[in-house]
């Protein structure tokens, strides 16, 4: 019964020991009893099969390149390990550069998602795009 009786503590302190016990409480409080049945996943929806040499050199030839000379080329700030993760696809891949592979995947997206952008942009997207 000690963790029940109240202990003294210094004006803007914390007891930790309290604290942690409170905190261990609230969390485990409902977690094991739960009237909902237990969800297994279908494990067949998230299996993947292993992508043929094929695809890969089709993935390699569209998204694989570099940008061409002569193409004006701004600065673009992305996250350092996203920024990490495509160098190290690209150097695995063995072709192409960094801004070769963000260009590619931003017209594809841009393309593949062309409906919705004019949607959203509306008439300021018809002026932008004739620039």
Same mark, same amino acid.
């Given at each position: 019964?000690?963790?029940?009786?109240?202990?003294?503590?210094?004006?803007?302190?914390?007891?930790?020991?309290?604290?942690?016990?409170?905190?261990?409480?609230?969390?485990?409080?409902?977690?094991?009893?739960?009237?909902?049945?237990?969800?297994?996943?279908?494990?067949?929806?998230?299996?993947?099969?292993?992508?043929?040499?094929?695809?890969?050199?089709?993935?390699?030839?569209?998204?694989?390149?570099?940008?061409?000379?002569? *193409? *004006?080329?701004?600065?673009?700030?992305?996250?350092?390990?996203?920024?990490?993760?495509?160098?190290?696809?690209?150097?695995?891949?063995?072709?192409?550069?960094?801004?070769?592979?963000?260009?590619?995947?931003?017209?594809?997206?841009?393309?593949?998602?062309?409906?919705?952008?004019?949607?959203?942009?509306?008439?300021?997207?018809?002026?932008?795009?004739?620039?």
């Amino acid at each position: 019964m000690e963790y029940l009786e109240k202990k003294k503590v210094a004006p803007g302190s914390i007891d930790e020991k309290d604290f942690i016990s409170k905190v261990a409480q609230k969390s485990m409080a409902g977690r094991f009893v739960s009237n909902e049945p237990d969800m297994v996943p279908d494990v067949s929806e998230t299996e993947r099969k292993a992508p043929t040499d094929g695809e890969v050199e089709e993935f390699k030839r569209k998204y694989m390149v570099s940008v061409p000379k002569g *193409t *004006t080329c701004k600065t673009i700030y992305i996250d350092g390990k996203l920024h990490r993760d495509i160098a190290t696809l690209v150097k695995a891949a063995g072709c192409g550069t960094i801004s070769g592979f963000v260009t590619q995947v931003l017209k594809d997206y841009l393309e593949k998602n062309k409906e919705l952008i004019d949607a959203l942009m509306g008439k300021a997207y018809q002026s932008w795009k004739k620039k």
